[in-house]
């Protein structure tokens, strides 16, 4: 069975005080692994994909990272617009387009 | 402006009664899905479907029905044998192209 683990649950930051968000994961078959951030009462929104040990991307002030049991999503200078639920999900091959969410970390960003 | 349109945003129900959550998308996408948002918690997968006339069951289909009698259509219904239906509904697409989902604005639906 896929299982995405995601931690901390929570964080609170410091405007400007960078920070990682962990997304680990058992997966038959990696297909691919997604970030997505969702606003309070809001749909997820999709930030990346991910496919093989070692890619990375990023936008703005965010980069997330892959290596065979887990992804990083490092938020850079954090700015208060940044505070949101951030979610990993994975795709196994097996599977088709069927994505196993995690449970989230939110993140607050004071000023 | 292309996109997936969820409807209503709000609704609310008494105990005992069918509801149906609408969903609509116009960017040509083939498979659909929809989603359970507890708080705090991730996505489960109700439903989805990959062509029209044809879904499959997902992790905590029981209590829950769907139709996908037109591409750009999927609605959901939740049953009156859905123990706890109170929750955040996402509705989301993609097309056989790409394997990412793009989500709807969600439907809380709150029993009363």
């Known amino acids: 069975e896929d299982q995405v683990t995601q931690s901390p649950e929570a964080l609170r930051l410091q405007e400007g005080e960078s920070s990682s968000l962990n997304c680990s994961y058992t997966v038959s078959g990696l297909r691919g692994l997604f970030w997505y951030r969702q606003d309070p009462g809001k749909g997820p929104e999709f930030l990346f994909t991910?496919?093989?040990a070692g890619e990375e991307k990023e936008k703005e002030r965010l980069k997330a990272t892959l290596t065979k049991k887990e992804s990083f999503l490092h938020i850079t200078a954090p700015k208060p617009e940044d505070s949101a639920t951030y979610l990993c999900a994975v795709q196994a091959a097996a599977a088709g387009n069927k994505l196993t969410f995690g449970g989230g970390t939110r993140v607050l960003v004071k000023p | 402006d292309g996109g997936i349109t969820q409807s209503p945003k709000y609704l609310f129900r008494k105990e005992g009664q069918n509801v149906t959550l609408s969903c609509e998308q116009n960017?040509?996408?083939?498979?659909m899905y929809w989603y359970r948002q507890d708080p705090g918690q991730g996505l489960r997968l109700i439903y989805y479907?990959?062509?029209?006339?044809?879904?499959q069951k997902g992790d905590i289909a029981e209590g829950y029905s769907v139709s996908r009698e037109k591409k750009e259509s999927f609605p959901l219904t939740v049953t009156s044998a859905q123990k706890n239906p109170t929750a955040f509904y996402l509705c989301?697409?993609?097309?056989?192209?790409?394997?990412?989902?793009?989500f709807g604005p969600g439907t809380r639906l709150t029993v009363l």
């Open positions: 991910l496919y093989s």
């Open positions: 960017l040509n996408h083939d498979a």
């Open positions: 989301a697409s993609t097309n056989r192209a790409e394997d990412t989902q793009y």
């Open positions: 479907s990959q062509i029209v006339n044809d879904f």
